[in-house]
């Protein structure tokens, strides 16, 4: 069964994919690491080709955080090529839609969904996700552009399939980033 195509204006959210996440400095790098950062590119090239806006999430952690304002893990991850036009919608809890100007530069674009990708899937992204749905967006995941670390004895790939069958039972649509590549 085809799935319906992902709409026109459908703007492509990069969620929290910092240097925090990769740098390996407070922290190991996230699970795949290089993997995760050329899919998200894959994605992205295939935003801007397709002219669907992108735009990026970032976390502002606390005081003393990795994540935290001005610290050296803050900055959007650069190998990301996140582009000077492409805003970034800072928060300070999981959901992205935390951020009062993220819904409306979403109305902006016409859009009635969004495609979702980032870390830490368990945790921002899942929120974002709920808080998408619950916007009444429709929502797109890119089953193999988001990440995560090992935790409470589950593997990143069993906490990632696990939370791709989450999405998918909870009205969102899943497709592979190699999926996108081949679209115009």
Same mark, same amino acid.
């Given at each position: 069964?085809?799935?319906?195509?992902?709409?026109?204006?459908?703007?492509?959210?990069?969620? /929290?994919?910092? &240097?925090?996440?990769?740098?390996?400095?407070?922290?190991?790098?996230?699970? /795949?690491?290089d !993997?995760l950062?050329a899919?998200?590119?894959?994605?992205?090239?295939?935003?801007?080709?397709?002219?669907?806006?992108?735009?990026?999430?970032?976390?502002?952690? !606390?005081?003393? /955080?990795?994540?935290?304002?001005?610290?050296?893990?803050?900055?959007?991850?650069?190998a990301?090529?996140?582009?000077?036009?492409?805003?970034?919608? *800072?928060?300070q809890?999981? /959901?992205?839609? *935390?951020n009062?100007?993220?819904?409306?530069?979403?109305? $902006?674009?016409?859009?009635?969904?969004?495609?979702? =990708?980032?870390a830490?899937?368990?945790?921002?992204?899942?929120?974002?996700? @709920?808080?998408? =749905?619950?916007?009444? =967006?429709?929502?797109?995941?890119? *089953?193999?552009?988001?990440?995560?670390?090992?935790?409470?004895?589950? &593997?990143?790939?069993?906490?990632?399939?696990? *939370?791709?069958?989450?999405?998918?039972?909870?009205? @969102?649509?899943?497709? $592979?980033?190699?999926?996108? @590549?081949?679209?115009?």
């Open positions: 069964m085809t799935q319906p195509a992902i709409a026109a204006t459908a703007p492509v959210l990069v969620i /929290d994919l910092q &240097t925090g996440m990769f740098d390996g400095v407070a922290e190991p790098p996230i699970h /795949d690491a !993997g950062v899919r998200v590119r894959t994605v992205i090239d295939w935003a801007r080709r397709s002219g669907r806006k992108v735009a990026f999430v970032r976390h502002d952690g !606390g005081g003393g /955080d990795s994540l935290a304002p001005g610290a050296a893990g803050w900055p959007v991850w650069p990301l090529g996140q582009a000077p036009e492409e805003p970034t919608f *800072s928060k809890v999981g /959901d992205a839609f *935390s009062p100007d993220l819904s409306p530069w979403i109305a $902006a674009q016409g859009a009635g969904e969004v495609v979702l =990708l980032g830490q899937t368990d945790q921002c992204v899942t929120a974002t996700v @709920a808080g998408a =749905l619950q916007a009444g =967006l429709k929502v797109t995941v890119v *089953s193999d552009a988001h990440s995560t670390w090992d935790f409470g004895g589950e &593997t990143a790939d069993q906490i990632i399939a696990r *939370s791709n069958a989450a999405f998918a039972a909870s009205g @969102a649509r899943l497709v $592979a980033s190699t999926d996108l @590549a081949e679209k115009p």
